[in-house]
């Protein structure tokens, strides 16, 4: 469920029309409801219940400060995969004891830096990644909390581009190794095993995956106790999938994950953490763009937006489905016709949606897709020199600009010229 609802014939975010935003700050722009990511945030601590455990939101998703301090401030925890992201929740107000490190490629200045300032967790990927984190820690003369992510070799049966706990994926080390690798970090100095990590993709609409990889853990967990080693924390990951078209997916709801998740650890004494970024702020947000014009083809009509590839990546990048739909109710309710919907950028890549039934919508019409709170302005460019578009967010009756748009100037000032030129 979300915050974005026809009222008065014109879609709104909670209580601000979409239409006045875009009359204030002009379009593209992204616009996030407070409630909803409230209510999602929520939603995962109510399937923890009872639980001992830490949602740590997947920063990854939407790191604009105002969400990561709504969510803070609702006592989430973070997870962070590069020193920029690290330094975004801190500047959040997040405490580093609340922050999890995560990520194949973590730089020894990273690892520096988490340590200074202070740090949940650090999720090691690798036998490699575990000697330097060792050397970093003892040098300082600090120990570093460690979880191994381990590869459970589960096919999560998600997009080829983000499914991530299979043998062949770049992340974890072997599950079948990973005694042998905690025995090592064992006598390693500057370090302190204090759990197990896993994440095995995302956008997962099936509980079986999660369920087949969480009881490989649940069976590594009991061995490595039995060899002597503190497990008192368990990273599940994120990625429970959401409804991206509302006519036929219907991804289990985090209640399902939960009872999933209280069966299998319920009675191991160990405090549970989460990851989940998608499923808190993907339908917390929409983009909003204008139509520039419509325009005829063979067989099919084109809408062109002033919303881009460079804007939402996702549709390019995965042949993602977003809903797009008219903020204009009675719009919404004509004849739907197939149409591509593209933006303005030169390649064919640049397109939206190919025979997508939808009105006849004129030049001048908004539109809303859907669902794009996650992975939308994070994965931006300036491609086509174009600038990062504004994000905004609703609470009630009120809204915010939460990044503005740059100027011109801004963007080409911000190269500079060699002195030969
Ligand atoms: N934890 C780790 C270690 C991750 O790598 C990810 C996502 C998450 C948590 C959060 O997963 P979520 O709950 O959001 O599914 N750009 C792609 C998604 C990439 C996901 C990468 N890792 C997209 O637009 O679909």
Redesign the pocket.
């Known amino acids: 469920m979300d915050h974005f609802l026809y009222r008065d014939g014109v879609l709104h975010a909670e209580d601000v029309s979409l239409a006045e935003i875009a009359a204030t700050v002009g379009t593209p722009f992204y616009c996030y409801s407070d409630a909803t990511l409230t209510r999602h945030f929520r939603l995962f601590q109510e399937a923890l219940a009872g639980l001992d455990h830490l949602i740590c939101y997947?920063v990854?998703?939407n790191s604009n400060q105002a969400v990561l301090r709504t969510l803070g401030a609702l006592g989430a925890g973070m997870?962070v995969?590069s020193g920029g992201e690290y330094r975004r929740a801190r500047a959040a107000g997040v405490p580093g004891a609340r922050i999890v490190f995560?990520g194949v490629g973590k730089t020894q200045a990273e690892m520096r830096h988490a340590l200074e300032h202070g740090i949940r967790q650090f999720n090691v990927e690798s036998e490699a990644e575990l000697h330097a984190l060792s050397e970093v820690a003892a040098s300082m003369g600090a120990t570093a909390p460690i979880c191994l992510r381990v590869n459970p070799d589960v096919d999560a049966k998600t997009?080829e581009k983000?499914s991530?706990g299979r043998k062949e994926d770049k992340f974890g080390v072997p599950i079948a190794r990973a005694r042998e690798i905690y025995a090592q970090a064992a006598t390693l100095p500057g370090l302190q095993v204090v759990g197990v990590d896993m994440?095995i993709g995302?956008?997962l609409t099936d509980l079986a995956p999660f369920e087949a990889a969480y009881t490989k853990l649940a069976d590594l967990t009991r061995a490595l106790r039995a060899d002597g080693h503190q497990i008192t924390r368990l990273d599940l990951?994120?990625?429970?999938g959401i409804p991206y078209a509302r006519s036929n997916e219907v991804p289990p709801l985090p209640l399902d994950y939960g009872a999933m998740v209280q069966r299998i650890f319920g009675d191991m004494e160990v405090e549970i953490e989460i990851?989940?970024?998608?499923?808190i702020v993907g339908n917390a947000g929409v983009l909003v763009a204008q139509v520039i014009y419509r325009k005829q083809g063979e067989g099919r009509d084109f809408l062109i937006l002033d919303a881009a590839m460079n804007d939402l990546i996702?549709p390019a990048m995965?042949g993602?489905h977003h809903d797009i739909v008219p903020l204009d109710q009675a719009a919404a309710g004509a004849e739907a016709l197939p149409h591509d919907i593209v933006g303005p950028v030169c390649e064919s890549g640049d397109t939206f949606a190919k025979a997508r039934p939808m009105p006849p919508l004129e030049a001048g019409a908004l539109v809303a897709f859907r669902s794009a709170g996650?992975?939308g302005a994070v994965?931006a460019s300036e491609y086509n020199t174009r600038p990062l578009i504004p994000e905004v967010m609703v609470k009630g009756d009120q809204f915010a600009v939460i990044r503005p748009r740059p100027t011109f100037d801004e963007i080409i000032n911000r190269d500079t010229i060699p002195a030969w030129l």
Request: glycine residues 14%; charged residues 20%; positive net charge.
């Open positions: 997947a990854k998703a997870d995969v995560s997009h983000i991530t994440h995302s956008q990951g994120g990625g429970l990851e989940p970024g998608r499923l996702r995965y993602a996650a992975y994965m």
